[in-house]
């Protein structure tokens, strides 16, 4: 059973950061790449960034120089750190797993960001 469990949401004020991290069992997590998306209330699904199984990193473009993801092979983890939050980054945050034919197979129920002005 895959089972990937988000932590680190919160609220926090405009500017300030927050990390989220991803811990994902179930499947051989160094062979797989890793996602985060985030769905705004009334706007779709969409990509924040990802990272291949060697490293690779993509980004949202609104998200570019803000926020960094990364892995921890040894602890099974993907990380998002996020600084210079602004308003418009609200929304609930979904790790996601495995990346077949462009997209991911395995999600996780979600964290809620939200960030005040």
């Known amino acids: 059973q895959v089972q990937l469990v988000e932590s680190g949401g919160g609220l926090v004020q405009a500017g300030e950061s927050l990390r989220l991290s991803c811990v994902v069992s179930?499947?051989?997590?160094?062979?797989?790449?890793m996602g985060w998306y985030r769905q705004a209330p009334g706007k779709q699904r969409e990509l924040v960034a990802t990272i291949t199984s060697g490293g690779s990193t993509d980004y949202g473009d609104s998200m570019k120089g803000r926020f960094t993801i990364s892995r921890d092979n040894a602890k099974k983890t993907v990380f998002l750190q996020m600084n210079s939050l602004k308003v418009e980054d609200t929304g609930v945050y979904y790790c996601?797993?495995?990346?077949?034919?462009?997209?991911?197979?395995?999600w996780g129920q979600g964290t809620q960001v939200t960030v005040s002005s």
């Open positions: 179930g499947i051989i997590f160094r062979d797989n790449a």
């Open positions: 996601a797993a495995r990346r077949v034919a462009g997209r991911y197979v395995y």
